[in-house]
């Protein structure tokens, strides 16, 4: 069998050798093999997770979810230049005629359209270098990670230009193919007309960037709706005032007279160590074993461990039985406390001085506590095996009393640990703000989310607006008709916003259901999730048509008030 080691967040360097002995030792009894691998370092922040000992995925999951969604906020943003570019294609109509009587061929049409978009391309290229490097910081920041543009790569620069070169053939082509094919003599007679058909590309556009942004609307809401659904889960225990360090040096052998030292003081209100941090778990098995257990049964338990007193330093509940104190009662060396959850896996009845047995270690049942959280807060709670003092520590955990401020009993910590232990840094990390980077990963996903939905909304409407200038542009006529025959700027205003908003609707329509599958699709991974009720669906399209009233009417206001002579003049 191969395990594949992945150090936990805070992890000392020192304590690897140490940590692959203590994982060998646990697999040694129950399998015949045993090769450590660590996974390369620079690849640990995106390749986090195994599925029978090979890479399975991990951040690198949401990075490529997000290309993909940036990709297709480009291509959309691309179609959006085609639609604007279109819809002044009647000013641009009889230059286009003019070109053409003067011996311009279709060709060298499209290479001035196509050359102009690639100018444009090449100036939003810039721009965006520029907002790329004002930005990095920052963006390092919300992702934790130390982010540096290769500037003395020519790879670099080399793909930089060929992305900005083929960002401007793809988002000039149709409108250079589309103005390159009006013919002059409709152009220059004025006889050249332009097709306002109900359904045709642009509005099919607007539908997909909408749906698409309701979409990102919708899966916002539901990633912060869930981040603020595991923070309000009762973890079962008190985070709070609890500061680790991790044993280096010449800890683990002056423990005892540093612990005396912090309690007596007053400094400290209890002290425990651990195998891990309270924060999360980094061991668990299914090598379990009790009287009366099923042999087909593999339960898989996490395995914690403590000295004593870990019930007062954490603010456990106590179910049955007590915590363990090597004080009154040294034989505690081999207690165990369980949780609620594996007693009821167990089917014990009576746990309290059952033998459980962990590989060749055997335990004797002193105390039952209710389920507390250290696990990931969006799972279930699973059943959890609490060793004794014969299991390894790395861990010293610290119940700061409030006899001060806290800032002054780490003053006090830190001078003790400095004294037993001069060789070691004093490094110490509190519980809770340890706990809270479970949330990190979901959280940025909310941010990034946002963000990407923020933006597809912004290109949308810039995308609407184009399509609303370029059918005001042919109702012009129409509109001014309407006006000599008594019709009001607001019926107008309604008459060029209903058809947008009817685009809108259909973007609701095809938006909830694939938001609420894909939606679905991701809480499935958690065992503890949120829900989603009606009114973040609602909620959406609300914010969607309101954002569409005000792009649409805009321009639907400024072609209601036309002087109806100068839209007739020509008839």
Request: net charge positive; aromatic share 10%; glycine share 6%.
């Amino acid at each position: 069998m191969k395990t594949y080691l992945q150090l936990k967040p805070h992890t000392d360097p020192a304590l690897l050798d140490q940590k692959i002995r203590d994982v060998t030792i646990r697999h040694s009894a129950r399998t015949e093999e045993n090769e450590i691998f660590l996974h390369p370092i620079h690849k640990w922040h995106l390749y986090s997770n195994f599925e029978n000992g090979k890479i399975a995925g991990g951040r690198i999951v949401i990075v490529r979810l997000f290309s993909i969604i940036a990709g297709f906020i480009l291509l959309i943003a691309c179609i959006n230049f085609m639609n604007l570019s279109t819809a002044r294609s009647e000013k641009r109509a009889k230059e286009v005629g003019i070109r053409k009587a003067a011996g311009a061929n279709k060709s060298w049409l499209v290479g001035q359209f196509i050359g102009e978009s690639i100018l444009i391309s090449f100036i939003a290229g810039l721009l965006a270098f520029v907002a790329v490097v004002l930005t990095l910081p920052a963006f390092g920041t919300l992702i934790g990670k130390n982010l540096q543009l290769p500037y003395t790569s020519a790879a670099f620069w080399l793909a930089l230009l060929s992305f900005v070169l083929l960002t401007g053939l793809i988002a000039g082509s149709y409108p250079a193919f589309f103005l390159s094919s009006f013919k002059p003599i409709e152009i220059l007679k004025g006889t050249f007309k332009r097709t306002n058909a109900t359904v045709n590309p642009r509005k099919v556009l607007v539908v997909i960037q909408f749906s698409f942004a309701i979409v990102l609307i919708i899966s916002t809401l539901v990633v912060v709706r869930q981040i603020r659904h595991a923070q309000n889960r009762n973890a079962g225990y008190d985070r709070g005032q609890i500061i680790f360090h991790w044993i280096t040096g010449d800890l683990e052998k002056n423990y005892d007279q540093i612990k005396r030292e912090l309690v007596s003081s007053g400094v400290a209100a209890s002290m425990t160590k651990t195998a891990s941090p309270l924060s999360y778990i980094n061991s668990d098995t299914w090598g379990i074993e009790w009287k009366g257990k099923n042999p087909a049964d593999k339960i898989d338990f996490d395995r914690f461990s403590e000295d004593e007193d870990l019930v007062k330093t954490a603010g456990l509940q106590l179910i049955a039985g007590r915590d363990m104190d090597l004080t009154k009662f040294p034989s505690d060396s081999s207690a165990m406390l369980l949780n609620e959850s594996a007693v009821k896996v167990m089917r014990l009845e009576d746990p309290i001085g059952q033998i459980v047995k962990d590989g060749e270690l055997a335990y004797h049942v002193v105390g039952v506590v209710k389920d507390f959280l250290i696990g990931s807060p969006y799972e279930h709670l699973r059943p959890m095996v609490i060793e004794g003092a014969q299991s390894s520590f790395n861990v010293i955990n610290i119940k700061l009393s409030n006899s001060a401020e806290t800032a002054e009993h780490v003053k006090a910590i830190e001078a003790v640990f400095r004294r037993y232990n001069p060789d070691y840094p004093f490094e110490y990390h509190f519980v809770d703000e340890d706990y809270a980077l479970k949330y990190e990963d979901t959280r940025r996903i909310a941010t990034l989310t946002g963000l990407f939905a923020g933006l597809t909304i912004f290109i949308s409407c810039l995308g609407l607006f184009g399509l609303a200038t370029y059918m005001a542009e042919n109702r012009v006529k129409e509109i001014g008709v309407r006006k000599v025959l008594g019709a009001s700027v607001m019926s107008i205003t309604a008459l060029l916003s209903r058809e947008f908003m009817l685009l809108v609707l259909i973007s609701i329509v095809i938006a909830i259901p694939v938001a609420w599958y894909a939606m679905q699709l991701w809480l499935s991974d958690f065992s503890y999730h949120t829900n989603m009720p009606w009114w973040i669906f609602a909620g959406a399209g609300l914010l969607a048509i309101a954002v569409s009233l005000v792009t649409v009417s805009y321009q639907a206001v400024k072609a209601a008030l036309l002087n109806p002579v100068k839209s007739l003049r020509s008839e």
